[in-house]
């Protein structure tokens, strides 16, 4: 299984930006689609975005659409996620998945089998 290490978690301000890093490694670089999911107490495991590491475009949430971007550095096998203009909503626990051989990759929880333990991302008014 993919191993995933997350960080760049922490508190901000409304409008406020942070970027969270995620570790990958034990991957087929070919075919491995990594994602970024959230969680919040009052909502369920969500997706935020998710890419093909070897490239292509990515898939993201309507709620952070041309607020949010992921990224990689494919030298240090690193993929982020730069978080911009921050809303109090976006605050959760923010987890990186990967699954190899993904034939699809999109924003689905059960289609990830690897996952980080969480950065928690905190955004106040």
């Known amino acids: 299984q993919v191993q995933l290490v997350e960080s760049g978690g922490g508190s901000v301000q409304a409008g406020g930006s942070l970027r969270l890093s995620c570790v990958v490694s034990n991957y087929i670089y070919s075919s491995v689609c990594v994602a970024w999911f959230r969680q919040s107490p009052t909502k369920g495991r969500e997706g935020v975005a998710a890419?093909?590491?070897?490239?292509?475009?990515?898939t993201y949430a309507e709620s952070v659409k041309d607020r949010f971007t992921i990224s990689r550095d494919n030298a240090t096998a690193t993929v982020y996620l730069q978080m911009n203009n921050l809303k109090p909503e976006d605050s959760a626990m923010y987890y990186c998945a990967a699954e190899n051989g993904a034939r699809w990759c999109l924003l689905r929880v059960p289609d990830f089998r690897s996952w980080g333990r969480g950065t928690q991302v905190t955004v106040s008014s």
């Open positions: 890419f093909y590491l070897r490239g292509g475009s990515a």
